[in-house]
């Protein structure tokens, strides 16, 4: 089952391509809310300490939604917490809609759960219309043509080894990245698809406008 889960942050609308199905699992992170009103989607479950999300937006509130409010102290963010209750939920295809935007924290954590999700086996991605990223390990990703001009990989381990770019602009074959040395930054596809691997380490894969 997919599940979207609308997080805090800035969306551009007409770059999110990636829109729920009737059996979807639809839920918001306080303020993420928002973002999914402006969507046209009614979540199924608001959570959050709603500490950012609209008052007026929480006085109207329809009926078939639910809210779970939690400590505005806690040990998870409100992201963390909305994952928590999609996978709990039976989700093993998660789509983050917004959360690179703001606050740089925020951001970094929001990333390290598409790590932690890969491990897990679980596919997941962020995008909020400025960019798109995807975690892959040891593993391959084929990337189709779309409104994102550019892709980059960034090494997320010390060491990526066996990286292999084919239909970029700057292909890689076999190539070694380093986290202190990211340069496979700003590529851009010669055809309708690239098909990006690496063998041996995690990387993010970023499409950006």
Known sequence: MRAYIYVGGKIDPEYITEHPREESLLIAADSGYESARLLGVTPQLLLGDMDSVSPALLSHLPPETEVLRVPAEKDETDTQLALAQALARGADDIVFIGGLSGRLDHTLSNLGLLEALAARGVRAL?????????YIR????????????YFSLLCADEVCRGVTVEGGKYPLRRATLRRAQQYAVSNEMTGNCALIEVRRGGLFVIESR
């Open 126 to 134: 962020f995008n909020d219309g400025f960019n798109r990223v995807r």
């Open 138 to 149: 040891n593993d391959g990703l084929l990337l189709g043509r779309s409104a994102y001009r």
